[in-house]
């Protein structure tokens, strides 16, 4: 055995033993250090660079690593081998794609509009914001050696008087509590209960006195990204908003290298740990200190996440997904309470999964389904979800359409060199000057933030604008030369858009033209998906009245850049609208209004599932598109480039 | 701290580390070294006798240790410290009360036909012998690329079909490996389900061809002792049987002192173990083995216990049953399953709790009324339990009164110096000639057992004896002198009933005057209870047409004789019938019959509890009945006893 030291920059260390011959990733995983590989430990997306600080490694050199890093120390840890004592430094650059939790800001009018905006269209669209949960004041009175009736019988006596229903039920977690609760306050109380119209359930008596907030969680499970609420079930409220990298990010940065590592020994608990033990519960935790709640004040919650999430969440085999003929576990189950996956909130919570309707599109597109509002409009719209996997909704009123497009971890970072979520240190906005071909871009932060790495919007916008200046050809190959143009040996191009010693980072914050080429093949994918969708009807693009685009991809979306790279049909501006986090603000809805919780699972059993990859034409398509704007330019006339005086 | 040595007489040992002046009974209660306690260690019932080996202890006298037991070692372990490293032998005499446990002998036709009457009696009185369980084939086509319906749905259609019903709960133990079973079954299967009015739950599945058991568990939970079940729940089988002490017991040999200890910190919890942990899951354990099912496979349990154990086993507090105004937390709860109480059988399974009726009368005697049958008669009866309480049931097909009174566990061995569970080495019937004053006894156990101790039916039967043989007089003082009665130096009389080198003891099986004391007691608070309960409706013994006496007080009990001491009323013989463990019995029905549990919750509502101790002249009564056989002879006029030619 040798001993494995990693250390980070913020001078923090973790030691780990390792046999001869282990691979360095598999050590990072064993010991819960956080060394992204998007491309699941195949030397594919270089993410999970090192450097050795002591000692050897038996390591190959990969086009990751330039020979000048290779002899600084620098590592592919997923191509290294233990051979003998090392130190090893994880730089932050390689786990800011897993990044820090961030607490939104609930003073934001920006986070909160969004959430006010879905209430709004649900009343609107005439769905009452009313749950089942509610708050009830019980008062008994105090038993008497006249008056020996038990606690258990006088509370369900008591709660049906209050409520008007006969069937009261009281859990193990209420039971076990009674007595003393009842004589702490004196049999005076008030309890937060569940009404249905079959039975009550009572989950948590307070005293009469005491001021009560019944908590809600709402989570949307990206691939990439987790974001979550507390909201207040009684009246709505976001009492807490939080952020982070999905756990599982390690096993892989798709839904089918996951689903892979889910299938080895162990795996399926590892996944399912990840995502819960170690992003849902540490959200939960940090969202209750917040907001003031006890986890056990949180008594219902809905999941927003696509199919293969939704299986490794609840810990079930999800290999079927993925071989034909491609079965889920369930589209709809209502049989899964907190207490059965662990989630630290009150045991008897409920867990609201929004459902699935095939194999790629899952609860996070029929819970954005129901605030994109397409599905009240006489109008055609289409919705799109841009996340790890580009989903796709068309349809109006009097029918819903939908595929998936394996767009890939593009539009969150991934794949992407210096790719990184939209968090703190991401450049979000790009626009480049012509002329000196210089970059002027906007990072998220606090003032003086330094750029980090690029998130989707920021990819979109430099991509558009590389394109515009005439700096790389419609295949995303470098055409200018400039001080913030370079070549490696290979022959690959690249653009500096912050040098090291201006950047937040170890090395320069660049786009190269493997990341320029998975970015088209992303946006490729989602343009001739709303193609192939829109035309399998035989309607045409220009009869779409409404664009819906959700997804984490920035706090917003320049769609005019989106539109000129290729990758939203050239349509007017005023059409397209971002609509933020629709998985979460569905799941939002779906949580505090039982009318909207039923649209969702009649959305869900009216979405017709297009799969592309049997769709005649759908890889013509998908070619077609993977130039800038289009091989076919005569679908995007409003896209044009600046003339460059040679 | 000093070293805590434990040796058995097995030859194994635990060590244990303990303050300076820590008790002795407290440090074997933390190691988990059985040493037996009755009293709670007040010093009271001499039951925690140890022998110290090496070493010393700050250790009382008490009347328990005779002088020359005192100066080679022995000790009661409750009122001694520690102060130094010590060696002590704990006798097996001192753990024989809690003894090992038992997997009864199915094969013996006593053992059945106590169950198998209760089946025959139940459905005489017309109860439906079916319960809500049952195992229905589920055939399913395997989903292909033109049928893609989940395996939740796809299940759940399948199951509404077989079943009628339509709506079908499938938990999340049966979610989460759903995929896996119906995969490595084709589709082909059958589930165990649990179909009510309302839905179908589906608790497992299994491939076509298996063969499939499903289990249920009883347990009755004694005070002192733990019976259990397991039996097949489709067609009420007794697949096993087992029976062991209440972990328990080394917290004190009655509810109060149960519940005074557990109002110590962190009390509740180790009663609640003490019965699970350490009591009911390895019987479970045992009887799996025995019968070769998996305890997944285990879907329902009944439980029939006293009041205070239902608390307890819930792990609720229990404070408020023995302070005025002694309320129950619940007469019938529905709300517990195995998972919330960490039983180790299928965490889904359903715990049927038998519903208590006061602080007093629990639900062992609500499931022992149904099984005694005494609600289906015209003619008035008397049910007994015999356990540590002695509860008394009166009535009819009309109404029915009960009753508890304190007995102590005398019954079951306890408070009595050589007592102990009807198990091997007890002595269970015995005889006494008049005039040579020998002993004759049954000892339970194989062939050759040597006596150990002696159990309820035994003590009944020497009592009883030593009064027909006018060796003792009415108040219990021996009267007779011989080689087999001795006084010590405070004068107070025993018997002998083995000697040393004839027992499979460290010391004479006897009987003394404070054990005949205790009893006389207890049988006194038993004869008082049914006098003042019969009276208390202005009827008499005499018109009472059957008696019917359950408990574990031995394979048996002999009638004659309880009468004889004056526990039981004189009447004819032929009117008493004993049957068994009524509890267990009771229990047993409740898990078989959906309709024989129902029969229960309506009787526990029918039954009129009436508290004694506020019930005018019981006091008077149970003063006049601790006699033998009674102050009032004219009541007991069968009773007589050898002229003895002085």
Known sequence: MFKVTFKFESGEGVEAFAASGENLLEVARKTNVAIDAPCSGNAACGKCRVKLLSGALDSQKTRHISDEE????????????ITEDVEIMVPDIASAYKSRMKAADLSSPQEIKIFEDAKRDLQEAGLELKNSLSLIPVEMTAPTLDDTMPDVERLERAVAAATGIKRVRIPYSVL???????????????????????????????????????????????????????????????????????????YGADVINRIIESRKPGGQKKLQDAVIKETINPLIHTMCRTSGLKTSQIYRMSVGANTTMNHLFTGINAEPLRTEPYIPAFFKTNAVFANDLGIDINPDAHIIIAPNVGSYVGGDITAGTLTSMIWN???????????????????????????????????????????????DGAIEACTIDPVTMEPTFHVIGEEGQKPVGLCGSGIIDVIS??????????????IREGKRIRHDKY?????????????????????????????????????????????SLDFDVSMVDNVYVAGGIGSGINMKNAVGIGMLPDIPLEKFHYIGNSSLSGSYAMLLSAEAERKVYELARSITYVELSTTPGYMDEFVAACFIPHTNTALFPSVTQVEISG
């Open 70 to 81: 290779y002899a600084s120390g620098w590592r592919l840890a997923c191509v290294s081998k």
């Open 176 to 250: 076990k509590e009674l007595p003393d609760k009842l004589r702490q306050y004196e049999f005076q109380v008030q309890c937060v209960v569940r009404c249905t119209s079959r039975d009550v359930f009572v989950y948590d008596i307070y005293g009469k006195e005491e001021t009560v907030r019944a908590g809600g969680l709402v989570v949307d499970i990206g691939t990439t990204t987790v974001s979550a609420l507390i909201i207040d079930m009684l009246n709505g409220d976001i009492l807490a908003k939080a952020t982070t990298g999905n756990g599982q990010i390690r």
């Open 465 to 478: 604008e590389l394109f515009r200046c005439n700096m790389i050809s419609p295949k995303g190959k470098f």
């Open 491 to 535: 022959g690959m191009g690249s653009y500096v858009l912050a040098f090291q010693e201006d950047a937040g980072s170890v090395k320069d914050v660049e786009i190269n033209e493997v990341d320029i080429d998975n970015f088209i093949r992303a946006k490729g994918a989602i343009f001739s998906g709303i193609q192939t969708l829109i035309s």
């Open 377 to 423: 409009k006489p109008e055609l719209s289409v919705f799109i979800d841009l996340g790890t996997n580009g989903e796709i909704v068309f349809g109006n009123q009097d029918f819903l359409m939908s595929c998936a497009c394996s767009a890939g971890p593009a539009f969150e970072g991934g794949d992407i060199s210096c790719g990184m979520r939209a968090t």
